[in-house]
Each structure stands twice: as C-alpha cells, then as structure tokens.
C-alpha cells in the first residue's frame, strides 16, 4: 500500500495510551503521533477518517486450529447448535445430502448438549450402513456409530489404550464416545481429506480470521497434510497472514522424530511462516476427566474417586524431550490443562533451561486452566508465557455441568488465575483455540475483562478477582501474541514495524468492558488491506 494516513479515532499504542493518527507506506508504520506531527510526514497521503472508531495493532491469535475450523465448514458442522435435537437434525440432513461420501465426518458437538450420551445408537438410527465419526467441539473426545466401531474393530473386549478411554455402558459395551487415544485410533482410520480440501480449509479460515482484525497466528497443531497447505498458500502467494507452525511432536515416537521435526522446520519456515516451535500435548481435558490433576477427581455426589487424569507423557521422558527440543533452539509448547499437567510442563521447562541454559526461548504452556498456587510464581521465574483461552473462564453450562461439578471448592478457586499469574511476573498472550470455541477476539477480551458470558453479561461473576483491566486483555492479544508468535516486528503501532492494523467501530475504552458490541471495520496485514467493511 502506498501512503495511507489513519485518524479520526484514538490509536492504541498499547498499555491504556493512545495517541490521533498512524501513516502506513508501503508494509511499514511510517509514523504515529498527533495529527499534527504525522501530516507533517506526508501532507498529501490520503486520508481514512475512522469516524470515531478505534486504530489498534491488528490482533494475534496466539493458539488456533484454522485448518479445521474451516473443514468443518466443508464437512458435517455441528457447532453452535442449540440442542441435541438440532445435532441430530443436522447429521440426518447431512447424511441424505451426501450419498457419495464412504464416511460421515464432522465435529462440533459438545457433551453438555446431550441428558445422556450421546451414544452410538442415535447415530445408527440416522446412519446404519456408513461409518460416523463426529468429534466434539474440544477435538478430545469422538462420537461414532455402530459400522466405525466394527471398522476400528473396537468392542466390549477391547481395552482401552494407555493415554485414553472408551465410554462403556452398564453391559459393558462401547457407548459410542471414545476420548484422547481412543479417539485418535478412529482419526488414523477414517480417510484424511484431499489435499485440495486442506487448501480451500485454510483459504476460508484466513479470510475469515482477517474478518476479525486478526493478522497473525500460532496454529497450535501442525502434521504433514496442514503443513503442506500452509506451504502451498505460501507458495502461490495466497498467505497474507503471518503464521507460527507449532510442529506435533508424537508421543508414540521417541527421540527417532527429531530429525522430521528438524526437516520440517527449514522447509516451513521463510516469507510469511515460522516452524520453530514443537507441540506436545502433555494431557487432555476436564470434561472427560482426562486432564492431568494433582487430587483425583469427585464423582457426580461430590465423593473422591481414584481417577487423577491421563499424563500424555513419562515425567521422565516429557524432560528429555523438551532438554533435547530446546537445545536444539524449538520453543516448546506445551497443551497443559490439569494443575499436575501444568505442573510437569514446568518441572520440563526448568529441567531443559538447567541443562542448556537460559535463553529468549519464550516457551509457553496453553490453556492453564487449574494452577496449583505453588506454580503461580514459577511461570515468571522460568520465562514461561501463559497462553491464555480467557473466554472459557465464566459460568457456562459447559463450566456448570461438566467442570466445576466434579471439583473440589478449593481446586475450582484455581481456575485461570489470571490476574494472579500476571502480578507473580508472568507474560501473557492470548488465544481462541478455535473452532473449540468462538474466534472473535473482541468476544474473548470481553470475557477476560468482565468474566460473565458475552450472551448474558448480568451472569455472576467467574471468580472476580481474577479479571483482567482492558488495556492488558488488548495488549494480551496484540503485543502478548505477538511475543508468544516471536513475531518483534509488529504486535504495536510503532514507527518501522510491519503494518498490522485493525479499526473497530468505536472507542473500546467506553462499553463497560462489552468489547463484544464493537465490529471490525478494517485489516491490514503487512501493509495491503486484507479485510474491509467499505472504510476505505
Ligand atoms: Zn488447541
């Protein structure tokens, strides 16, 4: 873009200041400043009035799965659906809709929809012949029928493999739900989608995260088929979005997987892409109980039961791995949702800085949902970045029912602590995890900020000494994420960085923390307009 002059709006400069205007030339922020001092910079630039709107760094996303969130677009999508009933309603339409397709695939569906189940039987009801295989909103846990057990040659005399669970019934047979790596050996089996339809996936979700002021991404779970999207993209001059390639690191191999890790990431990183960080899920979720605890879990009337979770990993292996990875300069990032998960994720982190040294590694763990108070202060002291999924942390059904239900009261006073975190000295950055839920960052500030739902804001108050100020929610998705996204060329409206930019229609500072009333106008990425709602 040549000289574009933004004013008429507060700019946001990050901390709670702002200043009137911003001169973009070419992919650079050529000035800030008053208004006065930018004219004076380029007298003739033309001119974008704001009308009052607000000029912020483009936002960062610094934990998202756009490559799904837009297959589930082109497959059976189920999220955001009211009911089961509507579930169900949507697999029916879909399965007559398509008579060509071998397998019904999809996902979107959440547990808290379902009295009970959801189980196979209602989907052998719809579809008898065709395998099913539905994953949840979370990507943990699958919801299958009868013909893909038979397939997966899953039944009641199956055991269930080490890092995961198959649902059973009273008579012993498998409901249908199978979580972590009883999940995973239906993903092995079902076909992958076309390599085209990983491209048109990314091509959609791109436009649409730019739809929401969003100009760069850490995309949190990287194999072959995603990575090879993202280089055609690249490739063909189609990626505009800056993104961070966080590699899977398998916990089915060992060591051997390092030299793909190593190949990857010289192919994968240049131009627009960056393949130097390694993911490793270290466990899995709460609401199926496969989240690593330190005290088990309760069961449905409150009593202690000797279930504490699933660790993905050996300790001992987890800190061997991660010395290897950050010796050979990966930032490692770690999915860690249980205060034990958490816990280990550090124990690794300091036995890698022990061995190799300390370094401007930024590793980070994600999700952090229960902390256990004795690891608040080691996030600051390791250097490790908290990367936040602030939406989930109000009194949703989801939170209600499945979560804080099977908690003890001390534990549930644990949850995404994050003011704590951030006065112990902790980094923040933020992320949507989408498509487990929404991808507005707008929505997810709200959330941090005020911790009610953004569909009912008088809700009571999740833990409210744990809310955030506005200024450190925006920041922890622009500045925050682009420091997770080792991105120190923007991430701010500052004079030589790239220019990544967004304009809300008004004023953040004046909506009572309700973020979620504002609509992006404008996104710029690396100085060329990748999204506008006729502002310019
Ligand atoms: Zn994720």
């Not at 996936?201 to 993202?230: K, V």
């Not at 690794?348 to 300390?358: E, M, T, Y």
């Not at 401007?360 to 949902?369: F, L, P, S």
Request: charged share 25%; proline share 5%.
């Amino acid at each position: 873009m040549s000289d574009l002059l933004l004013t008429g709006g507060p700019v946001y400069l990050g901390a709670g200041r702002t200043t009137e205007a911003v001169l973009v030339r070419d992919d650079r922020i050529a000035a800030v400043g008053t208004l006065d001092e930018v004219t004076e910079r380029a007298p003739s630039a033309p001119r974008v009035d704001v009308q009052g709107g607000m000029i912020l760094p483009a936002f960062q996303d610094a934990h998202v799965h756009p490559v799904f969130g837009g297959l589930y677009q082109l497959q059976c999508d189920l999220h955001d659906l009211p009911s089961a009933e509507s579930v169900l309603e949507t697999v029916r339409r879909y399965a007559s809709e398509h008579p060509d397709e071998d397998w019904i695939l999809g996902g979107g569906w959440e547990l808290q929809q379902f009295s009970s189940g959801p189980e196979r039987k209602q989907l052998d009801a719809i579809e008898p012949r065709r395998p099913v295989y539905l994953v949840d909103t979370n990507v943990h846990t699958a919801w299958v029928n009868s013909r893909a057990l038979e397939l997966a040659g899953i039944d009641r005399n199956t055991p269930d493999p080490a890092d995961g669970r198959i649902e059973r019934g009273a008579d012993g047979e498998p409901t249908g739900l199978l979580h972590e790596g009883a999940e995973t050996i239906m993903r092995e089996l079902a076909p992958d989608p076309l390599p085209e339809q990983y491209l048109e996936a990314l091509r959609l979700a791109q436009s649409q995260l730019h739809s929401l002021g969003i100009s760069a991404w850490n995309d949190a779970w990287i194999e072959t088929d995603i990575f090879e999207a993202y280089r055609k993209l690249e490739d063909s001059g189609e990626l505009t979005a800056r993104v961070v390639l966080s590699l899977l690191w398998d916990r089915h191999q060992g060591e051997s997987q390092l030299d793909r890790l190593l190949e990857m990431r010289k192919l994968g990183t240049g131009g627009h892409l960056d393949a130097n960080t390694a993911k490793l899920f270290l466990d899995g979720v709460i609401e199926t109980f496969t989240a690593s605890v330190l005290e088990p879990y309760l069961d449905s009337s409150g009593n202690a039961t000797d279930n504490t979770g699933i660790d993905m990993f050996d300790p001992v292996d987890l800190d061997r791995f991660s010395t290897l990875l950050d010796r050979e300069g990966f930032q490692l990032h770690f999915h860690a949702i249980g205060d034990r998960a958490v816990r280990l994720g550090l124990d690794a982190i300091a036995a890698a800085r022990a061995a190799n040294g300390a370094r401007d590694a930024r590793h980070q763990i994600a999700h952090v949902e229960l902390v256990h108070p004795e690891d608040i202060p080691r996030f600051g002291e390791l250097e490790v970045v908290v990367n936040a999924q602030p939406l989930w942390a109000q009194y949703d059904s989801a939170m209600e029912d499945l979560t804080l239900a099977y908690q003890t009261p001390e534990r549930i006073k644990t949850m995404y602590p994050f003011a704590d975190l951030l006065k112990s000295g902790a980094r923040i950055a933020m992320g949507s995890d989408w498509p487990v839920t929404t991808a507005n960052p707008l929505h997810e500030i709200e959330v941090a900020v005020r911790r009610t739902p953004v569909e009912n804001p008088g809700a009571e108050v999740f833990l409210p000494e744990q809310r955030l100020d506005l200024a450190t929610a925006i920041d922890a998705f622009t500045a925050g994420a682009a420091f997770a996204n080792r991105d120190d060329d923007s991430g701010a409206l500052r004079e030589g960085l790239r220019a990544d930019l967004a304009v809300v229609d008004r004023n953040l500072f004046e909506l009572d923390g309700r973020t979620s009333k504002a609509e992006v106008l404008l996104t710029i990425a690396s100085g060329e307009c990748v999204f506008d709602r006729g502002l310019l």
